[in-house]
């Protein structure tokens, strides 16, 4: 040290090394000296030569990266700190600061040796010397302040080298690179290279921490939007985690289009990873709330939650649960004195609010009994409020149920009016909200449920009605309603009151009959007034005989009278008469059909099939099914698959039928009958069809000859009593239905195939084959259910049981069989066949199983797979396929039964003699090695059993160095990707070690104790003063 504010360089790298050291007053010390340089040259030259030592290593040793973050701030200390601007002067004072920078840049050139300098190297063989280059440029760039300024020539060239470093071999080189390009970014320039490569990486980079950096320090635009939305969906949960805090601190709410929000809110909430969930909860919607004053009914419309309620109601959930209770009381909408939301005020975000706040309340049990009475009235009260419509009183005249009661019926045309049918929309799903609202009321006091009730039966009897809120409501319906006999004769009750309403039908009078009756009465009468004359004259001469008989005559006449007089009457008041008349339009029928599925649907599997459902199938389900309407059809079907599923009778009675339909009708009632077939079949298995087949012939099937014979090894082990050829027609229907061009047929037919095979009831390598090569076409890359279904399927079929393991590697053979025959024109052809091998690889092991055998001398089914390829290879060793079998041998975990082993090495004999490829043949020789050994290491296992410990044995075992190499390669495998998806596997690369240098292979030990630890961590920790004191030694 010449002063005691100076310090030479060596010494000034070796203090930096150290982190208790304090760098300010090392770079003050080493700053003072260079400027007391007149030729600075030397400086330059020596600061270069130690800084090299540091720049040799790779490995994130704390010495090194002090020393990195030491010149880093040495360099950027020569630059003047930043000015701040004030008042009319400002521009004027940044002209001057700019000014003040270049003179600045003059004075000091240490800045533009150094960035010389890592330029130079940028180019250097070493993956170290690249790596340190981009992590000192990514510091110097971002030491430097705010409004600092380079020259254009050293910007493009810095540019440049980076553009060329982020495309470097090793990941955390491309890392640094990536981070150092960050103040580079132009992003009002649409060509700006830099921000084309982020973009690029974005897309392709293979390494998930580069595409971390670069997520992290990508300028926002309308360019780079789309490419961090997708990083959302990236395999790797740190990269969607950080996709979304991306989003949350540095995109508006506004600049994202409604699709956009819902996708993102849906794929958030429901991600796999907990740590994502929380970041959309904690991060993403407070954000959003934030930069809407937090106005929740102002978010809930961003999210047009007409078209996506399920959406919205889990992100009020969401954000619910971070508000505290007291809050919640204090944010609810506007409740009038009854807790009711006023007709006037109802709109589709604050109903959906009002349902997802007492839905959320209630879902807190008995603590939120308390909470949920102030926002919700009781059930007599609220059943009132829905059933306002129905009464005329004036008292209900303002009540809200006007919705459900008075929807329009639209005209042709209004229904062109656009404007009309959104409103019909909108007051629908108010409708719909308002109904969910049932589940939450307490309708544990008898008489308000029974009102509810009451009320429910009125408005699903109710003509007007919408058809979209008869699913809905026979639901909340039924859930009040626990017997399931009341529940039938409940909704029987309601059917035949919609099917058969109650009609007055009045009868004219007869005018003729009137006059006629009317002329009669006057004859009485006249005849009435002479007799009584007569009597008088009789009873003045003393006649009373005569009198007496003209008294019983005046007493008929008069009940004649009345007579006539009563028939008169009768024949003017209007005659009406309560009849039933049947309506059999579409609308009504379909809203029958709706009720008996959601019955049929609630009922228990076990209630079995009672008079009422059978005057149902008789007169309302089985009559539809020939229907013109495809939507009452479709219903009649859904309703007859779920009556089957009751009674094993019906089930058989109907069979034939719906095979029929699944063949011939339109295409979504096509996909009805083939899930009820599926139901069927995997409630009473093939044996349904065992007195089915006896009298009804099996339906007509589709197929080429070509198909039949191909898909008559189509098999199914079921018991002996089934049909063959009732059951082998289905499945070759199933088979058709693989091949349709209507992606859902297919999909569905995939899924119900997936469920027989994994309940059992089908078990066919073939159609095992065809699920394979249907998940891996790429005709089927758009159908994201039918990917997702079998990708879960094949690893919880191969899982279960030995059994599914044996019937994947019967499999094996066919499907690449079929893959290596695929001619040019098929989509097959485009498979990757390696990433299908991996496949079957991996649900084949042993260790795959849920119970895996602890009986390691077992045969595996790998075992069979091994001997299986052998005979394959045998049959053609001139093959291009025999290389992926040689390949595939290699990889796979044989069992240590020696005479599996003997056999095996016997079929590797044979093979070695007769393949003609050397690539093969290394294979081949190296797995004859390997079983070689191993049984050598079996042996020895069983001698050492039986001995006692032999001390030397490890110093027997390194005198043959080939053969330890060669075992500590045995358990070196490819890792799988089948589970995740089709790319070809590559091995994990950890976030500090990418490139995989430098990674101890993990051994199995004792835990050391923690004062073992310290000490073993001082030892490890990188010095470079003694390099730098060797080479100062040497010179």
């Known amino acids: 040290m010449t002063a005691d504010n100076e310090i030479d360089i060596k010494e000034a790298f070796q203090r930096a090394q150290k982190g208790h050291n304090n760098k300010a007053k090392l770079v003050a010390s080493l700053k003072s000296r260079y400027n007391k340089l007149e030729d600075k040259s030397l400086f330059h030259e020596e600061f270069a030569h130690y800084l090299k030592y540091a720049m040799i290593v790779y490995k994130r040793e704390p010495a090194v990266e002090n020393v990195i973050e030491f010149v880093a701030r040495f360099a950027t200390s020569f630059q003047s700190p930043p000015k701040t601007n004030e008042g009319k002067q400002q521009q004027e004072e940044e002209e001057e600061e700019e000014e003040d920078d270049d003179d600045a840049e003059d004075d000091h050139p240490f800045q533009s040796f150094i960035f010389n300098f890592l330029l130079e190297s940028h180019k250097a063989n070493s993956h170290a010397v690249r790596f340190r280059v981009c992590q000192l440029i990514n510091k110097l760039l971002g030491s430097m302040a705010e409004n600092a300024q380079i020259d254009d020539d050293l910007f493009d060239r810095i540019h440049q080298a980076m553009l060329v470093r982020v495309t470097d071999k090793f990941p955390n080189v491309r890392i640094q690179a990536a981070l150092a390009m960050t103040r580079l970014q132009q992003p009002t320039d649409p060509d700006c290279p830099t921000i084309n490569a982020f973009m690029l990486i974005l897309e392709n980079d293979t390494n998930a921490e580069v595409r971390r950096a670069v997520l992290s320090c990508i300028a926002m635009s309308p360019r780079t939007l789309p490419k961090v939305l997708k990083r959302t969906r990236d395999i790797k949960e740190n990269v969607r985690k950080l996709a979304y805090q991306v989003l949350a601190d540095k995109v508006h709410i506004k600049a994202l289009s409604i699709a956009q929000r819902v996708s993102l809110l849906q794929q958030g909430l429901h991600d796999t990873s907990e740590a994502v969930r929380e970041v959309v909860c904690s991060r993403l919607l407070p954000a959003w709330l934030l930069r809407l004053d937090g106005n929740i009914i102002e978010l809930l419309h961003r999210l047009d939650v007409e078209n996506c309620a399920e959406t919205a109601l889990e992100t009020l959930k969401a954000i619910f649960k971070n508000i505290p209770t007291e809050e919640l009381l204090q944010n609810r909408v506007e409740l009038d004195n009854r807790r009711l939301i006023p007709k006037d005020s109802l709109t589709c975000e604050n109903v959906l609010y009002w349902r997802a706040l007492c839905e959320f309340i209630r879902s807190k049990g008995d603590d939120g009994d308390e909470m949920l009475e102030q926002v919700l009235p009781d059930a007599a009260t609220y059943a009132d409020y829905l059933c306002g419509y129905l009464k005329a009183g004036p008292v209900f005249s303002e009540e809200l149920l006007l919705y459900l009661k008075a929807v329009p019926v639209l005209s042709e045309e209004q229904r062109a009016d656009f404007n009309q049918v959104e409103l019909v929309m909108t007051k629908e799903f108010i409708s719909h909200q308002l109904i969910h609202l049932i589940g939450c009321l307490d309708t544990n006091e008898e008489g308000g449920r029974k009102r509810v009730l009451a009320v429910l039966q009125d408005m699903l009897a109710l003509p007007q009605t919408p058809s979209s809120l008869v699913f809905l409501l026979t639901e909340k319906l039924l859930n009040l309603i626990p017997d399931d006999h009341r529940r039938i004769q409940t909704v029987a009750e309601i059917i035949s009151d919609v099917r058969e309403p109650i009609t007055e039908a009045s009868q004219p009078v007869d005018e003729n009959e009137s006059r006629r009756r009317q002329v009669q009465l006057a004859e009485v009468k006249v005849r009435i007034l002479e007799a009584k004359q007569t009597l008088e004259d009789c009873i003045s001469a003393q006649e009373f005989s005569r009198a007496a008989e003209l008294k019983d005559t005046i007493t008929d006449l008069e009940n004649r009278r009345n007579q006539i007089l009563q028939e008169i009457a009768e024949s003017n008041q209007v005659a009406d008469k309560e009849v039933r008349t049947e309506k059999n339009d579409p609308d009504t029928l379909l809203r029958c059909l709706t009720m008996c599925a959601e019955l049929l649907k609630q009922m228990n599997i076990k209630t079995r099939i009672g008079p009422t459902i059978s005057a149902l199938m008789s007169s309302l389900i089985l009559p539809s099914i020939a229907s013109a309407h495809p939507a009452v059809r479709n219903m009649a079907v859904v309703c007859l698959g779920t009556c089957a599923l009751h009674s094993k009778e019906l089930a058989k009675t109907h069979m034939v039928l719906l095979l029929q339909i699944a063949q011939l009708d339109e295409v979504k009632i096509r996909i009805s009958a ?321 490139d995989g240098e430098n990674v101890p292979e993990s051994a199995s030990m004792v835990r050391p104790s923690r004062r073992a630890k310290t000490a073993a961590l001082e030892k490890t920790k990188l010095d470079l003063n003694p390099l730098i004191n060797q080479e100062a030694n040497v010179s």
């Open 674 to 994: 083939l899930r009820d077939i599926i139901d069927l079949l995997l409630l009473f298995g093939f044996q349904l069809l065992s007195e089915t087949a006896a009298t009804e012939p099996a339906p007509p099937s589709q197929s080429s000859p070509e198909n039949q014979d191909d898909d008559t090894a189509v098999a199914t082990e079921e018991k002996a009593d089934v049909p063959e050829d009732t059951a082998q027609s289905i499945l070759v229907m199933l088979s058709e239905f693989l091949d349709s061009e209507v992606s859902d047929l297919r999909t569905e037919t995939a899924e119900g195939l997936a469920k027989l095979m994994y309940t059992g009831r089908i078990s066919s390598a073939k159609m095992l084959s065809r699920l394979v090569l249907l998940w891996y076409n790429p005709v089927t890359e758009d159908d994201i259910r039918l990917r997702h279904c079998l990708g879960v399927f094949f690893q919880l079929y191969a899982r279960e049981s030995r059994a599914h393991q044996e019937v994947v590697e019967e499999s094996f053979l066919p499907t690449v069989r079929t893959l290596m025959n695929a001619p040019a024109t098929s989509p097959l052809a485009e498979v990757d066949i390696n990433n299908v091998v991996e496949l079957f690889v991996e649900l084949t092991r042993p260790g795959a199983l849920i119970k895996p055998s602890t009986n390691t001398e077992e045969v595996c089914v790998h075992d069979y797979m091994a001997v299986r390829i052998c005979g394959e290879m045998l049959k053609d060793p001139t093959a291009p396929e025999v290389r992926l079998y040689a390949k595939t041998l290699s990889n796979l975990e044989l069992s240590r039964d020696v005479t599996v082993r003997e056999d095996l090495q016997t079929l590797l004999q044979q093979l070695v003699e007769v393949v003609k490829d050397r690539v093969c043949l290394r294979a081949l020789e190296k797995m004859i090695y390997q079983l070689a050994d191993s049984k050598e290491q079996a042996e020895l296992l069983s001698t050492t059993a039986l001995q006692p410990l032999d001390v030397n044995a490890d110093e027997a075992a390194t005198d043959d160095p080939s053969k330890s190499a060669k075992r500590a390669k045995r358990g070196q495998r490819k890792a799988c990707t089948a589970k995740g998806g089709r790319k070809p596997s590559r091995r994990a690369e950890s976030s500090e070690e990418s």
